[in-house]
């Protein structure tokens, strides 16, 4: 292990993982590690639980024994929620173990990890959705808005319409099409009438819905329409977020996230053609982001 | 006042409001009121409250001032969230403050009131949506299954929709015809960005989501297309389920609720030619439905 000091830990902290890397000064990766959900927003207690636990796990991966090297740790997180304010507020009056916390949005940090901070755009699919254009360091950020009133064509969005038509279909308001997409939900959820889905499904998290996606990819690939209807319906915003987000950056496009890598078949020629590699990931971008090197650590 | 143990209150529990009405034994009205939301999956704490305020102050106006008429009444509630199963656990849990409490859903109590426990169909749309078949005392319930997975074409619905078509216009992802509904619901919330509307409505219930549904009518009686095209969406999904309602029960057609009397010209005329005026409401459809005469009073 280098100096105590020099602990420098980047968070990339969505809805379903929280994902840490500790890196050289230089930006070298020494390990990396995995907890679960850290969305602010969604569920605090979690996703502070989530951020310490995935710390504790990456130090102790790059053999940081001592109980206080968390106490030396300088961390950078973006977070999926930091954008609500009442979020921001709660995580300013946290006293967490680090020796420092600064904290952006997971869109922020992904962003400049993608483009070195350099102009670009991004592309966000995975348990919620979201592009964002970085320019002259500047980044406006086009749809997410969180599950309840956006985050089209993310995993919880997909999972969310896939049981809302099952329910559909349930009620015989649609025709028989769409039944081995119910079929599939229902399996799934193990339930086989509506109030049992609305019992399981009442509280569930937008993680949960998400868990769903996969399914349709597998009933796309079989033949079933109405959920390439689905996957196409959500590749068509997402392509519409990215497309505003390359006129307003003028450069190329970085996705990111689980979910962009399977709908890429599904995405218009314009916006593949644009595509290129992240330069490096969300947890370094999140560093780079709230400028930590610089103004953090000596 | 009659001899306390007469003292009989139907309660009919929606998303919005709680309506108590004392009855004679015969059914004739006695006195009527009103307190807050009663959705006992959505709220439950809130739910009780506002059960046990109604029929406070429904004995209040009946001049039932003895501080004990609480306990010498004999009360049936219809009741939003109903059958959600942890719901009705919750409930029996209850150490209310009646001499018996007996609940059926919302939907029950409206579906018995309307036709008189004969058969017949209804249609609900208020904070949430449902259809309904009474069929030989037996009910079948189309559509509904809440705010986050269902209740298309209700006030929650329409003010929900509203909100994500605005957000898509302040990404500019929609057109110029989308403006006047934005520019409405923005106002209404009184943000001017989006970060500023997530932030009012991330923690928002399904009755806040349906105050916005006024300003979608005004909208529409003033020309606006996209507002006519949302009501006409719901309008269609409700006219769908309570078709499959109309087949099942062989009966007409009540209307119930807050909504459906300001959509009825949104309609399909099949439906519209069906519609018959409901025998009683649905605070006395509780008392029938749970058969509370017959049972738990002599």
Request: aromatic content about 6%; charged content about 15%; glycine content about 10%.
């Amino acid at each position: 292990m280098q100096e105590q000091k020099a602990l420098l830990v980047g968070i990339d902290g969505g809805g379903t993982h929280c994902r840490a890397s500790l890196f050289s000064i230089d930006g070298q990766t020494i390990a990396k590690a995995k907890a679960g959900s850290a969305n602010i927003s969604r569920d605090l207690l979690t996703a502070k639980h989530s951020i310490v636990e995935s710390v504790r796990q990456v130090l102790e991966k790059a053999g940081a024994k001592n109980r206080d090297a968390i106490g030396h740790t300088h961390v950078a997180a973006g977070l999926a929620g930091y954008n609500v304010t009442a979020s921001q507020l709660d995580l300013e009056r946290w006293k967490h173990p680090f020796a420092s916390l600064s904290v952006t949005t997971d869109l922020h940090a992904a962003a400049h990890g993608a483009h070195a901070s350099n102009d670009g755009a991004v592309l966000i699919a995975g348990t919620g959705s979201c592009a964002a254009a970085l320019k002259s360091h500047q980044l406006t950020q086009i749809g997410g808005h969180g599950f309840l009133l956006g985050d089209k064509g993310s995993g919880a969005w997909l999972g969310h319409e896939a049981i809302k038509l099952s329910l559909l279909r349930y009620d015989q308001l649609l025709d028989d099409r769409f039944e081995p997409l119910r079929a599939s939900v229902f399996d799934y959820l193990q339930v086989s009438t509506a109030i049992e889905l609305v019992n399981t499904m009442i509280s569930a998290a937008p993680s949960d819905f998400a868990k769903l996606a996969p399914s349709l990819f597998t009933l796309a690939d079989n033949g079933d329409t109405v959920a390439r209807e689905l996957l196409q319906q959500g590749s068509d915003y997402l392509c519409s977020i990215a497309r505003r987000a390359l006129v307003l950056s003028e450069g190329s496009l970085c996705l990111v996230g689980g979910l962009t890598q399977s709908l890429l078949p599904y995405f218009s020629a314009d916006i593949v053609s644009r595509v290129t590699q992240p330069k490096y990931g969300a947890e370094w971008g999140a560093i780079l982001c709230t400028q930590m090197i610089n103004s953090q650590l000596d």
